[in-house]
């Protein structure tokens, strides 16, 4: 068996019913907003706004795909806890919808006027924020949707710097002389709790309604700056940067080197901020995917976490039919092949896992006019509100959000689900490779003693002509690839590990607790940790992974098989360590496990938190089901 991936991008959603919640819950890494940060060594909170305005989504897009996606999977070597928020005037319908996606929005309810006011009036309004809803966070930040900051370098810089009296901004370069008080510019600026609530505790007028000096007058844009540049007790800091609104500074600026001496790059083009992360990359295999991890010795500590938001609910039951078969599929494209062979069974149902890019119901449905009564098309606003808290801990452009289609499975009774790609067309024969008694027992496998029965938890079915191998394969040999169908399967002996993918495989309900896809590692490695993962539970409890003859054709979409390689790199390094790893410890159950794999750099602390989000609603799924039969 080779190296397995996947790859899809999930999620999309749509609606006002929830949008209460969604403006005012934080996207904060590891923590909520009620913070009691007093306990020694805890590291100190920063608070980010950044400023920006309805039908600006693409710069909003590039910002959450550069240096805030740094920013997120560096966690654990950033000295800070981090919460970001794009702020608005106030929200529109397109807005809403981007919100429930990625709920880091914040509507400042503040009158949308051209001019300098507005941005005063969104400052004032920022600081008064910050200090009622994060009155624990040491520093906060205000920046625009058009600034590039060099992750992780400008919070070494602010963890040297930090104070509750901090000013930090950056500085014009005017010729070869630079003065931090005359120069100083409030389009970037970090500001210490002391200053934070300073500001916040006057009240906002205009220039011409200033009456006393319990006021403040930002009527101009620089206007802050001048305020607090003229305060003697400020700590004051600045760092050279290039001058805005300067286009051939651009292109000298944005130069692979830019980060050695620059911490943020404002006034920024969609290119440059591309760029400009592409230069500064730390991360791709370099950090959370490419470090040696030892067997036995850890390599970090986890740090604190806070407990999630409460929620009045774990998961929530629809009106769609139960079945005990599920197909789980998520997708971009429209109905493939393989999801119209599977709606010709009768008895299967199909969950497709949408995400922003898959088409939206109607459409995608419109071609199956009589499956409809088993077909669910599980929309982003759907897995929200029908699975919180696990929805709240995946991330929402990985393909681990399949893991709330499995949850939807199980909920509505599944014994079978076949965990399946949009471009493998076929199934599994349940019919004639399983038996029908409880402990189910795979016909065409090699059996030794056919007289005890074998309890199977996971099959993963072959495949033929472009079949998941890894990209080295690829390379180095010529396809297509066609397997014998005559062979028989083979079931892995007990403490024998081999990967298996989120292709075409099917899962039986002893299996379920551990169907789990990490979030935190490379898309093409989630789903063959997670074989590992479930294969070390399974065989506490003597279930079996069994491997048949191929009964789907894959039929690939295109792929880079240099990008491919580049995405496996984590596998060919680091598999090894992992089964030798799982082979030699002791787990009782998955959040142990997970701690450890964190603690040796398998996986990062994100999903130390979603696992116990999964196994908490999958806990609370299976006792309702219990209840309910």
């Known amino acids: 068996m080779s190296n397995f991936k996947f790859r899809y991008i999930l999620i999309i959603g749509f609606s006002f019913v929830v949008t209460y919640i969604v403006f005012y819950k934080a996207n904060i890494f590891h923590v909520e907003e009620k913070i009691n940060h007093t306990e020694p060594g805890d590291k100190p909170y920063i608070v980010l706004g950044i400023f920006s ?98 992750v992780p370098q400008i919070f070494y810089r602010l963890d040297n710097l930090k104070s509750k009296s901090l000013c930090f901004s950056y500085n014009h370069i005017k010729g070869n002389a630079t003065n931090i008080y005359s120069d100083f510019d409030d389009l ?151 999801v119209r062979h599977i709606a010709n069974y009768s008895d299967w149902c199909i969950i497709v896992v949408a995400n922003i890019q898959t088409p939206n119901k109607h459409d995608y449905l419109k071609n199956f006019p009589t499956e409809r009564g088993r077909m669910k098309y599980l929309s982003v606003l759907e897995q929200s509100i029908l699975y919180p808290l696990l929805s709240d801990v995946i991330p929402p452009n990985h393909f681990a959000r399949k893991n709330i289609g499995y949850m939807y499975a199980i909920h509505h009774k599944a014994k079978f689900i076949w965990d399946f790609d949009d471009d493998n067309i076929g199934i599994v024969d349940i019919e004639h490779l399983v038996n029908k008694d409880e402990k189910t027992h795979p016909t065409d496998c090699y059996i030794e003693d056919r007289s005890n029965t074998i309890q199977v938890g996971v099959i993963q079915s072959l495949a033929n002509n472009q079949p998941d191998v890894d990209a080295i394969y690829r390379l180095t040999q010529n396809g297509p690839f066609n397997l014998s169908t005559k062979n028989s399967g083979q079931i892995l002996c007990t403490n024998k590990y081999a990967p298996f993918n989120a292709q075409a495989t099917l899962w ?37 992974v069994a491997f ?33 790893f799982l082979l030699n410890t002791i787990s009782d159950d998955l959040s142990e496990l997970y701690e450890k794999l964190y603690k040796r750099n398998f996986i990062e602390i994100s999903d130390i938190q979603f696992i116990k989000a999964w196994t908490e609603t999958y806990l609370h799924v299976i006792k309702n089901f219990k209840r309910a039969s």
Not at 509 to 530: C, H, K, T
Request: glycine fraction near 4%; charged fraction near 25%; aromatic fraction near 12%.
């Open 548 to 580: 048949t003859k191929p009964y789907v054709t894959r039929e690939s979409n295109y792929h880079k098989l240099t990008t491919d390689y580049d995405d496996e790199t984590v596998l060919y390094d680091k598999s090894y360590q992992l089964v030798q």
């Open 53 to 150: 305005a309805n039908g600006r989504e693409r710069f909003r897009k590039i910002q959450r795909e550069t240096w805030i996606d740094a920013m997120m999977k560096m966690q654990h070597h950033i000295p800070f806890r981090i919460t970001y928020k794009f702020l608005l005037d106030n929200f529109d319908e397109g807005t809403i919808k981007e919100n429930i996606i990625y709920k880091d929005i914040l509507s400042l309810n503040v009158t949308s006027r051209d001019g300098s006011i507005n941005v005063a009036r969104k400052m004032h309004l920022w600081m008064e924020h910050i200090k009622i809803y994060y009155p624990n966070a040491l520093l906060g930040a205000k920046l625009d949707d058009e600034t590039f900051m060099c």
């Open 508 to 544: 039986i309900s002893p299996a379920f607790l551990y169907m789990g896809l990490p979030n935190s590692v490379n898309e093409r490695v989630s789903d063959i940790w997670r074989s590992y993962i479930a294969q070390y539970f399974l065989h506490k409890v003597n279930v079996s």
């Open 188 to 338: 970037f600026v970090v500001l210490g709790r002391d200053i934070i609530a300073r500001i916040a505790n006057r009240t906002y007028c205009t220039q011409n309604k200033c009456e006393t000096k319990n006021k403040t007058n930002y009527s101009g844009v620089k206007s802050l700056a001048k305020w607090i540049t003229g305060s003697s007790d400020i700590d004051f800091h600045g760092d050279i940067h290039c001058a805005p609104n300067e286009n051939n500074q651009y292109v000298q600026h944005s130069e692979s080197n830019f980060c050695r001496t620059h911490l943020i790059f404002h006034k920024s083009t969609y290119n440059i901020l591309v760029r400009l992360q592409k230069y500064n990359d730390f991360l791709g295999n370099k950090i959370p995917f490419a470090v040696t991890s030892s067997v036995g010795e850890e390599e970090r500590h986890i740090p604190r976490l806070y407990p999630p938001s409460e929620y009045s609910y774990l998961a929530k039951h629809d009106n769609f039919v139960n079945c005990n078969k599920w197909a789980v599929v998520t997708t971009i494209f429209e109905t493939s092949k393989a």
